[in-house]
């Protein structure tokens, strides 16, 4: 399954800095077919303690984990939608992936120059979304035209989009983007179809530096601006130290816990940001085990079991019997897949179950 993050930001808001220290964990390629070698798009491993865990339990020859794309966006700069900076060629790779991690500057730092002074993480916001939200404005407000036109036939495919179109540009131009507008279900399958920036699902990655001013740390007027916000529009986030983590990626595994306690910096950033991508994109993990190979594989939140088998092979979904599923947990619990059976805790799914984060399956077909 092919999704993709476009990380963008303004100039000097490290996100180079990240996107370098995320393609550190990028996965062989040869594993996912979808995988492109363009050198600004990452395939990094979703970390999953719970894979990890199965294949010690199976003894596993390999390991897969599930993956996303990183797609590393040009920087941003106001006026971007009325053609400045890189314009519409910047507007266009974030129109081609299927979310948007928006990097954040977090600290103040006389070495590394912003492009508008000092550091103000509401500000920043605001442009990056206020261009966003202008391109979407231009874009609607051009198919409405060519709509209304081609609609005086009575095509109700056609007018469902006009009366979509009209409801998402009344929105845009209160300066709020499309993913804000109340729809119902065929008019949000038409506003699919538009495929507007700010229709994309967004994550803000707030980028700290450690040992510089950290606007959250400082505690002042910047932080409770950029904390109202992140409040009242109920938004995804994560903090990151994108300078840390690109230098930690280059640590030993055993090594990085000591090195970020010294440094003062908790958590793990780049995980807890590929964690937060997958659930932006809506992605769950389902997962075989076995001696060959364990194995996390990604599909749809409320994707029934047909179709979650067609994922390891099309034969699961065309020819599909029944999937024999058991929770990660209670398969662990039991030591083996046969002393789960025993137990009679390995449940036989039909075509209408809904395969849930951390199942573990077997699928039998004809």
Same mark, same amino acid.
């Given at each position: ?16 800095? *990240? ?8 996965? @062989? ?8 070698? %363009? ?29 996303? #794309? ?5 920087? @941003? ?33 006389? %070495? ?17 979304? *206020?261009? *966003? ?26 007018? *469902? ?11 845009? =131009? ?28 967004? @994550? ?18 910047? /932080? ?6 992140? #409040? ?8 990151? $130290? ?11 595994? %055993?090594?990085? &816990? ?34 060959? =190979?364990?194995? &996390? /594989? ?8 047909? =179709? ?19 929770? /990660?947990?209670?398969?662990? #619990? ?10 009679? /805790? ?10 849930? $984060? ?5 699928? @039998?077909?004809?």
């Amino acid at each position: 399954m092919s999704l993709s993050i476009g990380i963008v930001g303004l100039p000097n808001v490290g996100k180079s800095t *990240l996107f370098s220290a995320l393609t550190k964990k990028s996965v @062989l390629i040869a594993n996912y077919p979808f995988a492109t070698i %363009d050198p600004s798009v990452g395939v990094v491993a979703v970390p999953d303690d719970r894979l990890d865990r199965l294949a010690q339990m199976s003894n596993s020859v390999k390991t897969v984990p599930a993956a996303v #794309e990183f797609v590393d966006i040009a920087g @941003l700069v106001k006026g971007a939608s009325e053609g400045e900076g890189l314009g519409n060629k910047f507007l266009q790779n974030i129109r081609e992936t299927d979310a948007i991690a928006e990097v954040v500057r977090m600290f103040d730092d006389e %070495d590394i120059h912003h492009v508008h002074g000092e550091a103000d993480p509401a500000r920043d916001i605001d442009i990056i979304d *206020l261009e *966003l939200v202008l391109a979407d404005l231009e874009s609607a407000q051009k198919r409405l035209e060519r709509v209304e036109r081609d609609s005086k036939g009575g095509d109700k495919e056609l007018l *469902l989009e006009r009366d979509t179109l009209k409801k998402v540009i009344s929105v845009l =131009e209160a300066g709020k983007p499309a993913r804000t507008v109340s729809l119902e279900e065929k008019e949000r399958e038409a506003a699919k179809k538009l495929h507007l920036l700010t229709m994309k699902p967004i @994550l803000y990655v707030l980028n700290r530096k450690s040992g510089a001013v950290n606007v959250d740390a400082e505690g002042g007027e910047r /932080w409770h601006h950029l904390r109202r916000f992140l #409040e009242e529009s109920g938004a995804q986030y994560v903090f990151v $130290d994108a300078g840390v983590e690109h230098d930690l990626s280059e640590v030993h595994d %055993d090594e990085r &816990a000591q090195f970020r306690r010294e440094l003062g910096v908790e958590g793990n950033g780049i995980d807890d940001l590929i964690r937060a991508g997958y659930s932006l994109l809506d992605l769950i993990s389902f997962f075989t085990t076995g001696q060959t =190979e364990s194995r &996390a /594989w990604t599909i749809k939140r409320g994707t029934r079991a047909p =179709e979650a088998g067609a994922a390891i092979h099309s034969d699961f979904r065309d020819k599909f019997i029944r999937a024999e599923t058991i929770r /990660w947990d209670k398969l662990l #619990e039991a030591g083996s897949r046969a002393a789960a059976r025993d137990k009679g /805790w390995i449940r036989a799914e039909g075509k209408e179950y809904i395969v849930q $984060d951390g199942d573990v399956i077997e699928f @039998l077909h004809s």
